[in-house]
T-cell receptor, first 116, second 110 residues
Framework: GAVVSQHPSRVICKSGTSVKIECRSL??????MFWYRQFPKQSLMLMAT?????????EQGVEKDKFLINHASLTLSTLTVTSAHPEDSSFYIC????????????FGSGTQLSVL | GEDVEQSLFLSVREGDSSVINCTYT??????LYWYKQEPGAGLQLLTY?????DMKQDQRLTVLLNKKDKHLSLRIADTQTGDSAIYFC??????????FGGGTRVLVKP
């Protein structure tokens, strides 16, 4: 199946720093990518929808200035957690929609962010 | 709004069949998905079904969809220890967004 690569898989940072997470579709073009957040033993909560070449659409309650999303190409979307605080610690997962089939949504392996 | 619910936990013996159930509320769902998540990992797409179908089989996996009752199930035949994981159902509706259930933790006992 299609592969979505997410990097880094784990990051530990100091409070106040910014962290960038990359999401790449390796063998297909993804016009749309999604960013999710998952707390321990909980389900995935959609944070934002990222469309190539346009501004991301954020879900209610998600701070767009806090979580910057850039979808500069058909294979890459980035999520930057700005001025991270301990409450931002979470598991972040991206997914990408295969534009040719429009049916399947593939997920990256996730990024565990720990803010000290 | 959309709401997807699953039971929290399922315990099954190796070799038996597992059935994971899911209910959803959005009647405009286009596709329904089943994903598997192992500890510390992302989500692996297992299978999916279009909303105008009532059954889909893929090797050991059988998906049943009752659109009238908005009920989805995943049956895993001959469950193996490697099937132990959390299973999420998700519905895809307007805007192509996925709404996930809370996940069902499946424990396979030898």
């Amino acid at each position: 199946g299609a592969v979505v690569s997410q990097h880094p898989s784990r990051v530990i940072c100091k409070s106040g720093t910014s962290v960038k997470i990359e999401c790449r579709s390796l063998d297909f073009q993804a016009t749309t990518m999604f960013w999710y957040r998952q707390f321990p033993k909980q389900s995935l909560m959609l944070m934002a929808t990222s469309n190539e070449g346009s501004k991301a659409t954020y879900e209610q309650g998600v701070e767009k200035d806090k979580f910057l999303i850039n979808h500069a190409s058909l294979t890459l979307s980035t999520l930057t957690v700005t001025s991270a605080h301990p409450e931002d610690s979470s598991f972040y997962i991206c997914s990408a929609e295969d534009g040719t089939t429009n049916e399947k949504l593939f997920f990256g392996s996730g990024t565990q962010l720990s803010v000290l | 709004g959309e709401d997807v619910e699953q039971s929290l936990f399922l315990s099954v013996r190796e070799g038996d069949s597992s059935v994971i159930n899911c209910t959803y509320t959005d009647s405009s769902s286009t596709y329904l998905y089943w994903y598997k998540q192992e500890p510390g990992a992302g989500l692996q797409l297992l299978t999916y079904i279009f909303s105008n179908m009532d059954m889909k089989q893929d090797q050991r996996l059988t998906v049943l969809l009752n659109k009238k009752d908005k009920h989805l199930s995943l049956r895993i035949a001959d469950t193996q220890t490697g099937d132990s994981a959390i299973y999420f159902c998700a519905e895809r509706a307007a805007g192509n967004k996925l709404t996930f259930g809370g996940g069902t933790r499946v424990l396979v006992k030898p």
